[in-house]
């Protein structure tokens, strides 16, 4: 089944004792004095924390964090409709960016809730299978958020518990060593404790390859190459199972969700209420708005994104032996080409109102009519295992072997039409070809910024394209978010980020 199917309610009143500590009590509210008594209790707090990684306005796979994890690279362009989006697009966000804060503040409802049930399950009826599986999801769930946090803010408080005092919820920054290691520590004890697979109607929950390809993804990021190395390897083999899906548009519809390729999935579902925004409370869809957004207005779309001429570009640099375009291209984008359709009609019907030559075609609702329904139900690949073969050759071509990154690259090359690589390649020409690859594979998935990040380029990609606002990035400051006003404000022991 697409989605999880557990009652959210429950869940969701779990902060009704703590987290925001109340003085006034209300009868009709469960409390965690009377919660924690059922494994149904668990299973509803595992729901509630779940849905915050599709939370409209906080969830890392929410729209809003799908525009704050593009928005910033030099392939993706937010258009000045909505001013906290715009803003950090066009690097000229401030510390009370209301989106950015959701995003720090949702990481950390998810720690909580986390952290709730690590502290509440030893006392709960079931078996102690059960309860040892149950501990590695709760853990991989905790090291998720951190490691959101870590990429995108640096240095920010390690909570491990929570808190029981006013006092205890002042707590100052970790450095991000320290979160780093706890990233690792809580991957590395739920790849133990996780099981291979679940039942279908258990689809979509966090699994012990989820939880070793972000635990290689995370030493990536930290550059522990040989690390991550062994941890994609392992999950190259038995008895893992992933693999490219014959066709990329598999990736990005609702027909051919939770398939081969995909290591960890955000279930949507186009049931629930009627109100996208309405966050929360039973009118809350289970869907995303986030193909609304994109959509032209010409199909009740709000068109606040489009990719970059520079993207558009980049996908032509390279043709397929037969000459035509990378198959990338065509399910990435759409463009005016002959007989290209969108929504049913002759692209060429569509206007550009900021002169971009493309528009996004990738988890679009592009073969229906429109997206007057507000909400989407393709499934966000948060993990595929595309990103896996690309991040194990670049862990061994920087660990001085690209030899060994010629069979994982030329997997993705071929799957997208192109020819092998020519052999002889070096350190320098591998490490050109996969960050080629990694732009072209993963357009609109949220990781263009952070590579080039990782790879010391912003700079230099950014200033060399069509990025509106590029003239405003200083690196130095703009590599990391600031911490929230909001945070500084509450928190007297807060610090805020250096350049910031």
Request: hydrophobic share 40%; aromatic share 14%; net charge negative.
């Amino acid at each position: 089944m697409k989605k999880i199917l557990i009652t959210l309610v429950a869940g969701l009143l779990l902060t009704a004792c703590t987290e925001g500590l109340l003085d006034l009590k209300n009868p009709n509210l469960l409390t965690t004095d009377t919660y924690w008594e059922t494994k149904d209790d668990v299973m509803s707090a595992f729901a509630a924390t779940y849905s915050l990684l599709r939370d409209v306005n906080g969830g890392y796979w929410g729209v809003r964090g799908v525009e704050l994890t593009n928005g910033r690279g030099d392939d993706f362009f937010i258009r000045n409709d909505v001013k906290d989006l715009y803003q950090f697009s066009t690097f000229t966000n401030a510390p009370d960016n209301g989106v950015v804060t959701n995003i720090f503040n949702n990481c950390y409802r998810g720690i909580f809730r986390c952290n709730q049930i690590l502290e509440n399950i030893a006392e709960i009826p079931m078996s102690e299978e059960e309860r040892a599986q149950l501990i590695a999801e709760a853990k991989f769930l905790r090291g998720l958020n951190y490691f959101h946090l870590v990429i995108n803010f640096g240095d920010v408080p390690v909570r491990l518990q929570t808190p029981q005092s006013q006092e205890e919820y002042y707590a100052a920054k970790s450095p991000a060593e320290e979160v780093w290691q706890q990233v690792f520590q809580d991957f590395s004890e739920a790849k133990a404790g996780l099981p291979l697979e679940y039942p279908a109607e258990w689809t979509g929950r966090a699994t012990r390859g989820a939880a070793l390809g972000y635990l290689g993804k995370a030493y990536l990021y930290h550059e522990d190459w040989d690390k991550a190395e062994a941890a994609f390897s392992e999950l190259m083999q038995a008895p893992y199972q992933y693999d490219l899906t014959a066709d990329y548009a598999d990736n990005f519809t609702a027909e051919r969700e939770n398939n081969e390729e995909s290591v960890f999935e955000i279930q949507v579902q186009d049931v629930g209420g009627t109100n996208p925004w309405d966050v929360g409370s039973s009118n809350e869809a289970l869907g995303v708005t986030t193909a609304q957004e994109f959509a032209p207005a010409e199909v009740a779309g709000w068109f606040e994104a489009y990719p970059t001429d520079k993207i558009f570009n980049a996908f032509q640099e390279e043709k397929t032996p037969g000459g035509d375009f990378d198959k990338r291209m065509y399910v990435t984008l759409v463009w005016d080409y002959p007989g290209a359709m969108y929504y049913n009609r002759p692209f060429s019907e569509f206007k550009s109102e900021f002169g971009f030559q493309s528009r996004f075609r990738k988890y679009q609702n592009w073969q229906n009519d429109n997206e007057g329904r507000f909400i989407s139900n393709i499934n966000e690949r948060a993990l595929r295992f595309a990103d896996i073969l690309l991040m194990y050759a670049e862990a061994v071509t920087m660990q001085g072997k690209p030899q060994e990154a010629y069979e994982p690259v030329n997997r993705i090359r071929q799957r997208a039409g192109l020819s092998v690589l020519p052999a002889g390649f070096g350190e320098a020409q591998m490490m050109a070809e996969i960050q080629q690859q990694r732009m072209l594979e993963f357009c609109r998935e949220g990781l263009r910024f952070y590579d080039l990040r990782r790879w010391g380029l912003l700079q230099e990609e950014i200033m060399s394209s069509d990025k509106v606002g590029r003239q405003f990035l200083n690196v130095q400051k703009h590599a990391w978010f600031p911490i929230p006003q909001a945070e500084l404000d509450n928190n007297p022991e807060m610090e805020q980020n250096p350049n910031w």
